[in-house]
């Protein structure tokens, strides 16, 4: 009885050994993570931190001297018009960004899953503008749509048309915003989802066909669901993205007229460096921050439960 005691002891001294080998290695490990840390951590946690606490100063963003003034630019950022109309803005370029980048990015991958001779070409055109500085491609469009020798105007001239001032106007220039930041990075969509479709196993759509299902139902019932992880990557990237758009609203409007087409960002940044108003724009920032951390957390969590229950 003695000797088969000794069996389980030997067994359990090798278990925990391999779980102390184990536990050492993936410590070590973690000294891999410090310095992508120690960056995460200067350039994104410390200024953010500092960000909040200049929110309560009147800084100019050039003196040395400033006053704490406690919740005042609060106030002042929930009293000005400002305020609401860059939110709205905002929200319109990530949700309407968002939305069409999703629907136009799934219908390319859907076209490119087939076996087109042309499809590795397409897909490199798509992608291609993804490449391209956001700035630059909002010159290259700001080009297309200017009232003085834009292309757009030419071809109305063209065909004996008023020309049009769709930079300048504030009920359209937001949405040629939105339309220019989608034609960016719809690529970035595509492949997301062409990955996906590519890993879903044809078995599915097989049985599908045995039991007569139509290719509505089929989209519908498998190509959806199965792609939900997909759409979570998709959804989340593209709402943090259009909301913190920069670049493009810089080329086009430059916010523009007025403040008709200013996004939280462009607005923070003409606060800083145009009026000298650090405090105040540190406040803008805090909410900005607070906006796209809400909507995204938001939008994670809810794709993430779809996940499940497809």
Do not use: C
């Not at 953010?48 to 929110?55: A, H, L, V």
């Not at 491609?137 to 749509?145: L, P, R």
């Not at 879903?200 to 299902?213: F, P, R, T």
């Not at 509505?216 to 959804?235: D, G, V, Y």
Request: glycine share 8%; net charge positive; hydrophobic share 50%.
């Amino acid at each position: 009885m003695a000797e088969l005691t000794k069996v389980p002891e030997k067994t359990s001294m090798k278990t925990k050994s391999a779980k102390l080998k184990r536990s050492r290695r993936e410590s070590s490990l973690w000294w891999m993570y410090l310095p992508s840390v120690l960056i995460v951590v200067l350039f994104i946690v410390y200024p953010f931190i500092d960000g909040i606490r200049i929110s309560f100063t009147n800084w100019n963003g050039f003196s040395q001297t400033y006053d704490y003034i406690g919740l005042d630019q609060y106030k002042r950022m929930f009293a000005d018009p400002d305020t609401w109309l860059v939110v709205k803005n905002t929200l319109l370029y990530g949700i309407g960004s968002t939305i069409l980048q999703n629907i136009v990015g799934l219908g390319y991958a859907l076209l490119l899953n087939h076996n087109l001779k042309v499809r590795s070409f397409t897909r490199t055109v798509i992608y291609l503008p993804v490449i391209i500085s956001p700035l630059i491609m909002g010159y290259i469009w700001y080009f297309f749509f200017a009232f003085q020798g834009g292309a757009l105007n030419d071809i109305f001239l063209l065909f004996g048309k008023e020309p049009i001032n769709a930079l300048g106007n504030p009920a359209v220039n937001p949405y040629i915003i939105v339309f220019v930041n989608t034609f960016q990075f719809v690529g970035i969509a595509m492949i997301i989802y062409l990955a996906g479709l590519q890993s879903i196993s044809k078995d599915y759509y097989e049985a599908a066909n045995i039991d007569g299902a139509t290719g509505w139902q089929k989209f519908k019932n498998i190509t959806i669901p199965l792609l939900m992880p997909s759409i979570t990557i998709n959804m989340v990237l593209n709402i943090i993205g259009g909301l913190k758009l920069f670049d493009v609203i810089v080329a086009l409007t430059n916010g523009g007229p007025g403040n008709a087409s200013q996004s939280m960002s462009t607005f923070m940044y003409n606060l800083y460096f145009s009026r000298q108003d650090a405090g105040y724009a540190a406040t803008q920032g805090v909410l900005m921050a607070v906006i796209i951390l809400v909507i995204s957390m938001a939008a994670l969590i809810y794709f993430k439960r779809k996940e499940v229950e497809a």
